[in-house]
């Protein structure tokens, strides 16, 4: 298996943290340029990491990497929770995972948004900013996040993809620029705890250039 990764990037992030965590073997080709090159395309035709390339293809996006990983037979000492939902009727898991994922989108989506330092083009149509959109909907959801989740995190049965995703997502906007997440107590033991893990320690994303 080849993953190709970003090193600041929070999406492949959750990847390298999961396979470190599952204790998989696995290449991880890094893709210093950002955007990723136009060859890139070749491989992961939205042009983004992660992509993880597999005997039977290539697997992105994110999610479908993570269905990937977690199938994976587990060694002893795994403190990861079994699968993405904690029983096969427990929808709400699946939810949350989705949700976290949604929620790293609109924040990638402000951050360049920001970044890029482009304004109007012509009159606004729809009356709004996206990226305030983007802002209310981010807080709207850590809001609900915080009220799904316990101190010790979304799952009782250890630590979960979903843990993994919300650390990965907050950790990055600490390091690029912040993002007004923190006074959730819940949230915030989880992000807290899932940084001093070593499989964290490990992925942290490169300082800002
Ligand atoms: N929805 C995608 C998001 C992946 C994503 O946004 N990757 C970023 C790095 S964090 C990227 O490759 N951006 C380059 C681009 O969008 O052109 C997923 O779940 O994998």
Not at 11 to 32: K, P, Q, Y
Not at 60 to 76: A, E, H, K, N, Q
Not at 95 to 101: K, R
Request: proline letters at 9%; one cysteine or more.
């Amino acid at each position: 298996m080849r993953l190709h990764y970003a090193p600041g990037s929070p999406f492949s992030r959750i990847v390298r943290v999961l396979l470190r965590e599952l204790g998989i073997d696995c290449e991880e080709v890094v893709i210093a340029e950002f955007p990723p090159a136009p060859r890139f395309f070749a491989t992961n035709p939205m042009g983004q990491v992660p992509a993880l390339e597999t005997e039977d293809g290539v697997r992105f996006p994110t999610r479908l990497i993570v269905d990937y990983l977690t199938g994976f037979p587990r060694s002893g000492n795994c403190q990861l929770a079994n699968g993405i939902r904690r029983d096969p009727d427990r929808w709400q898991d699946d939810q949350l995972l989705a949700v976290l994922l949604l929620m790293g989108d609109a924040l990638a989506a402000i951050k360049y948004q920001s970044w890029s330092g482009l304004g109007p083009v012509g009159e606004n149509l729809v009356g709004y900013d996206p990226a305030d959109r983007h802002a209310e909907r981010v807080q709207r959801t850590l809001d609900w996040l915080e009220s799904q989740a316990t101190a010790a995190g979304f799952r009782p049965d250890g630590l979960s993809v979903q843990d993994v995703s919300l650390a990965s997502f907050l950790l990055w906007t600490d390091v690029r620029g912040g993002f007004p997440w923190r006074g959730r107590p819940r949230l915030e033991a989880i992000v807290d705890a899932c940084s001093t893990r070593s499989s964290f320690t490990a992925t942290q994303p490169q300082p800002w250039p």
